[in-house]
């Protein structure tokens, strides 16, 4: 039996954000078979529902679809194009509720659905939201609602909450001059004062500048940045940049369009010299920190001494 790992690579938000509310966001997910190895070149069967509130709420719009995958195993379809079951995507009221993507799939391309996976939306309402909010209020910058793929504080927004007053911002380049870099220049001793949070970046940057401040590592790199102007800039945790990668289609898009003649999105292809992979602020163990492959959606420890991507994040 196939199996398929929905971890969400992006969801892209199809209609400006300064317009009417998007009708369709774009899913990816890498499709392996038991051993592992990918799917590759071949149709699969996807059901995909909007649930309301849980993981096992209401469905609120169902479609269905039969994308093929890429010679990468990869997935891609356009929630909201597909053959509706049920509701309505264009009446979704994001900004009143807790949203989940249910993805059920028959990997020979028929409606036998045998594998099911279910993901929460997380910073992308708030985008549609925001969209929506143009036409009530008469604009989202008059509003003081931030949203995702807004150039903002310096670089990109990639998450929002509190309604958008607050959230993370990711700098608009990668810092490591497109060759990777290693994690810190200190590669076999943990980390003295602790950079294990999931959570907070900014303890786990602190303390790994504070441990060795060498310059030209992932978490140095981000300690000195001064993009945008602001100083107060870090190397993202592991929770923090699973949240980026969750939005690198959408910021890609506006990246490379934003009319500045540089291609400044994600490196999200399975290359050397870094494989798509970035480095997070969580320290795994002495010889180890977490990194997020942007090719494959996962995250895991790898050793410090590896030459992996680097971007800043700053809160706002």
């Not at 051993?35 to 649930?51: C, D, F, H, P, Y």
């Not at 007053?165 to 608009?172: E, P, V």
């Not at 786990?204 to 992932?218: E, L, P, R, S």
């Not at 000195?224 to 190397?235: E, I, Q």
Request: charged share 10%; with cysteine; aromatic share 10%.
């Amino acid at each position: 039996m196939k199996k398929i790992y929905t971890v969400i690579a992006g969801l892209l938000l199809t209609a400006s954000v300064f317009a009417q509310a998007p009708e369709k966001m774009s899913y990816q997910a890498v499709v392996r078979d038991a051993s592992n190895s990918l799917t590759t070149n071949q149709a699969v069967g996807m059901q995909i529902s909007i649930l309301q509130t849980t993981a096992t709420g209401t469905a609120v719009y169902v479609e269905t679809q039969t994308p093929t995958t890429n010679a990468n195993g990869l997935v891609s379809l356009e929630i909201g194009t597909g053959t509706v079951v049920s509701g309505d995507f264009t009446t979704i009221d994001w900004a009143n509720d807790t949203y989940f993507i249910k993805t059920e799939t028959d990997p020979t391309g028929g409606t036998n659905y045998t594998i099911t996976g279910t993901s929460q939306l997380m910073s992308v309402p708030y985008a549609l939201h925001a969209a929506t909010a143009d036409s009530i209020v008469g604009g989202v910058t008059s509003a003081g609602a931030h949203y995702v793929g807004e150039l903002f504080g310096g670089g990109i927004v990639f998450y929002v909450y509190n309604n958008g007053a607050n959230g993370l911002i990711a700098s608009l380049d990668d810092l490591d001059g497109g060759s990777g870099v290693a994690w810190s220049a200190t590669q076999s001793v943990t980390v003295p004062n602790g950079a294990l949070d999931m959570t907070d970046g900014v303890a786990n940057t602190a303390a790994i500048v504070a441990q060795d401040a060498t310059t030209g590592y992932a978490a140095t790199l981000c300690n000195v940045y001064t993009g945008g102007g602001f100083s107060d800039w870090y190397l993202p945790s592991n929770r923090e940049l699973y949240l980026l990668a969750s939005q690198d289609i959408l910021i890609d898009q506006i990246l490379d369009n934003d009319g500045n003649g540089s291609t400044n999105g994600f490196s999200q292809e399975y290359i050397a010299p870094t494989y798509g992979r970035y480095w997070s602020s969580t320290e795994n163990n002495s010889g180890t920190a977490w990194h997020c492959s942007f090719s494959f959606g996962h995250s895991s420890g790898i050793n410090k001494g590896d030459t992996y991507r680097v971007r800043a994040v700053r809160a706002f």
